[in-house]
């Protein structure tokens, strides 16, 4: 399974666009890159995935370098409400999550 | 997306009582669930995968006898946590995937929070 680093804590303002990157550099050919988040006491979310190319849904955007080695996860309006751990995890076809440490951001007002 | 819930949210049990724990696809058949464990201020932990209709398979180092999974219908997963110790208390999580969706993202309950005192 391929291992990821990502930043331990970011900080942004409310209003903001967060940036949260995530290195990958053992990704293999069939893995997506998957990001989920977790608030404080709950289960985690899912946010979005992709291959190589980026992606965007109504919640976030996903930039994968060409060489699939790194990705950036960017909320485009931070809130208070997106404070939360962030977590990119590759995944193949075994279905299996494999949890790093995540980057923990805050929203500060 | 699709909607995973769990029973309890929280319980407190004596030590060396068996606790229960359901996780439901609400709008969804699961073929498969899994189960994670949490302690505070950790990552998520693979416990075991759940296939319904058959045995769970679990991660390395956790022990079968004490997490017992039963993935009996493709909507209902119950992890049973036998002759419970306070060092069993933890956060524990279960998702489920969606089979009729191509992609492979996890649907996730909101958690059971067990004190064993």
């Known amino acids: 399974d391929a291992k990821t680093t990502q930043p331990p804590s970011m900080d942004c303002a409310e209003g903001r666009a967060a940036n949260l990157p995530c290195n990958h550099s053992?990704?293999?050919?069939?893995?997506?890159v998957y990001w989920y988040r977790q608030i404080h006491s709950q289960g985690p979310q899912y946010i979005i995935h992709?291959?190589?190319?980026?992606e965007t849904n109504e919640m976030a955007s996903l930039i994968i370098t060409e060489d699939r080695k790194s990705s950036t996860l960017i909320l485009p309006h931070a809130t208070l409400r997106d404070t939360a751990v962030y977590y990119c995890?590759?995944?193949?076809?075994?279905?299996?999550?494999?949890w790093g440490a995540g980057t923990k951001l805050i929203i500060k007002p | 997306g699709a909607v995973v819930s769990q029973h309890p949210s929280r319980v407190i049990c004596k030590s060396g009582t068996s606790v229960k724990i359901e996780c439901r696809s609400l709008?969804?058949?699961?073929?498969?669930m899994f189960w994670y464990r949490q302690f505070p201020k950790q990552s998520l932990m693979l416990m075991a995968t759940?296939?319904?209709?058959?045995?769970?398979?679990?991660e390395q180092g956790v022990e079968k006898d004490k997490f017992l999974i039963n993935h009996a219908s493709l909507t209902l997963s119950t992890l049973t946590v036998t002759s419970a110790h306070p060092e069993d208390s933890s956060f524990y999580i279960c998702?489920?995937?969606?089979?009729?969706?191509?992609?492979?993202?996890?649907?996730f309950g909101p958690g059971t929070r067990l004190t064993v005192l």
């Open positions: 998702s489920a995937r969606d089979p009729g969706q191509f992609y492979n993202e996890q649907f």
């Open positions: 709008d969804f058949q699961a073929t498969t």
């Open positions: 759940s296939n319904e209709g058959s045995k769970a398979t679990y």
């Open positions: 053992t990704i293999s050919g069939n893995e997506y």
């Open positions: 992709g291959l190589k190319n980026n």
């Open positions: 995890i590759p995944q193949g076809s075994n279905y299996q999550l494999i």
